[in-house]
């Protein structure tokens, strides 16, 4: 197969559109067969559930490749079984998991001339989403649905090595105790805009959201989980149920203790603590963790002891394991890695 004329190491995280997408329609009940298309428009009635009422929810993952030549996904079958709690938080049909898997095969097969050469720092990232399609005026769950997953190659998160980077303290909230903040709907991402912009008016790379009920406790931010490393080498992630549950992070979580040794915990952890973490991290699929330096509260500035050029040993240590497990160097953890060709 010919790989498509594309500078890898030097595309951006944008959208290229390539050449097929996977689409199945619900109707009646029912989701149809669902089928691999070129057309890579969207045609809905004007009065959709999803335009009215922000009836969507979406997942995110990457096709890359291994060391060996091999084109694989990572615990893809983790996205589907996501997607199918954001789906019944809305009130939208299940799309099942295994059809899902089937789609992400479809999908990365028939584009695999976009999947970035090993070592390029490039991967094909999927979007998989779904909508309510129908025509809804009276709120109400939509009866028709449209699921689709397409591919689009992006470059390297982190260009010339991962910077530390700054965040705020928000005084936005992201999500609301007994609301959608542990579901990927694009809705959490609307609200979180103003505020992430505003951030970068402001000079800060993102916003740490906290608790909105007490706002004591740290959460996340608009796109990613916190890990902290203590002072005396534990590796702790915020427990809430307001967190979207990042696959990168609880990746990173068995990582750590299960390769590396390591003391881990999921608990509550008070903004007051941040102070006496060594090292700071945000976990996501698109840059596995990017590392931070600087927390700024309301003028107050806690600088990690990791400071502003590298990222911290501990950081540094997950970020080799985990993304040497997904290029196929280091031995993964059976499952973890699904290979599509
Ligand atoms: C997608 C997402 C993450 C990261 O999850 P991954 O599965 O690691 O990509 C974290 N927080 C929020 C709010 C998200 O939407």
Same mark, same amino acid.
């Not at 609301?179 to 402001?202: E, F, P, R, V, W």
């Not at 700071?280 to 931070?292: D, K, Q, R, W």
């Given at each position: 197969?010919?790989?498509?004329?594309?500078?890898?190491?030097?595309?951006?995280?944008?959208?290229?559109?390539?050449?097929?997408?996977?689409?199945?329609?619900?109707?009646?009940?029912?989701?149809?067969?669902?089928?691999?298309?070129?057309?890579?428009?969207?045609?809905?009635?004007?009065?959709?559930?999803?335009?009215?009422?922000?009836?969507?929810?979406?997942?995110?993952?990457?096709?890359?490749?291994?060391?060996d030549g091999h084109i694989v996904?990572?615990?893809?079958?983790?996205?589907?079984?996501?997607?199918?709690?954001?789906?019944?938080?809305?009130?939208?049909?299940?799309?099942?998991?295994?059809?899902?898997?089937?789609?992400?095969?479809?999908?990365?097969?028939?584009?695999?001339?976009?999947?970035?050469?090993?070592?390029?720092?490039?991967?094909?990232?999927?979007?998989?989403?779904?909508?309510?399609?129908?025509?809804?005026?009276?709120?109400?769950?939509? &009866? /028709?649905?449209?699921?689709?997953?397409? +591919? =689009?190659?992006?470059?390297?998160?982190?260009? @010339? %090595? *991962?910077?530390? !980077?700054?965040?705020?303290?928000?005084?936005?909230?992201?999500?609301?105790?007994?609301?959608?903040?542990?579901?990927?709907?694009?809705?959490?991402?609307?609200?979180?805009?103003?505020?992430?912009?505003?951030?970068?008016?402001?000079?800060? &790379? /993102?916003?740490?959201?906290?608790?909105? +009920? =007490?706002?004591?406790?740290?959460?996340?931010? @608009? %796109? *990613?989980?916190? !890990?902290?490393?203590?002072?005396?080498?534990?590796?702790?992630?915020?427990?809430?149920?307001?967190?979207?549950?990042?696959?990168?992070?609880?990746?990173?979580?068995?990582?750590?203790?299960?390769?590396?040794?390591?003391?881990?915990?999921?608990? /509550?952890?008070?903004f007051e603590e941040i102070k006496?973490?060594?090292?700071?991290?945000?976990? @996501?699929? *698109?840059?596995? !963790?990017?590392?931070?330096?600087?927390?700024?509260?309301?003028?107050?500035?806690?600088?990690?002891?990791?400071?502003?050029?590298?990222?911290?040993?501990?950081?540094?240590?997950?970020?080799?394991?985990?993304?040497?497990?997904?290029?196929?160097?280091?031995?993964?953890?059976?499952?973890?890695?699904?290979?599509?060709?």
């Open positions: 197969m010919e790989k498509k004329n594309i500078d890898w190491s030097n595309i951006g995280f944008g959208y290229m559109q390539t050449d097929k997408r996977y689409v199945s329609n619900y109707k009646n009940g029912a989701w149809d067969e669902g089928m691999l298309t070129e057309d890579a428009n969207v045609v809905i009635s004007e009065c959709a559930g999803v335009l009215q009422y922000a009836q969507t929810c979406f997942e995110g993952l990457k096709a890359y490749t291994t060391e996904t990572f615990r893809p079958e983790l996205n589907a079984k996501r997607m199918v709690d954001s789906a019944q938080r809305l009130c939208m049909p299940v799309f099942p998991e295994d059809r899902f898997i089937d789609a992400v095969q479809k999908v990365v097969e028939a584009n695999a001339a976009y999947v970035p050469p090993y070592g390029s720092g490039a991967t094909l990232y999927l979007r998989p989403y779904m909508f309510g399609s129908n025509p809804v005026i009276g709120v109400k769950p939509a &009866d /028709e649905y449209q699921f689709r997953l397409f +591919a =689009t190659p992006v470059g390297p998160y982190f260009k @010339g %090595g *991962a910077k530390p !980077i700054t965040i705020r303290v928000c005084d936005y909230d992201r999500a609301a105790p007994h609301g959608t903040g542990h579901i990927k709907a694009g809705l959490n991402y609307a609200m979180s805009l103003y505020a992430i912009t505003d951030a970068h008016a402001q000079g800060y &790379d /993102e916003n740490m959201y906290l608790d909105s +009920a =007490t706002r004591t406790k740290i959460e996340e931010t @608009g %796109g *990613a989980n916190f !890990i902290f490393v203590t002072k005396d080498g534990k590796v702790v992630t915020p427990k809430s149920d307001t967190i979207l549950p990042s696959i990168t992070r609880r990746s990173l979580m068995y990582v750590a203790k299960e390769y590396l040794g390591m003391e881990v915990e999921e608990r /509550e952890v008070l006496d973490f060594a090292e700071c991290g945000l976990c @996501g699929t *698109a840059a596995v !963790i990017s590392p931070v330096g600087k927390v700024v509260n309301h003028g107050e500035e806690i600088c990690f002891p990791s400071g502003m050029d590298d990222m911290g040993p501990v950081t540094k240590k997950l970020y080799d394991t985990l993304t040497g497990i997904q290029m196929g160097r280091i031995e993964a953890p059976e499952g973890w890695i699904k290979v599509i060709k």
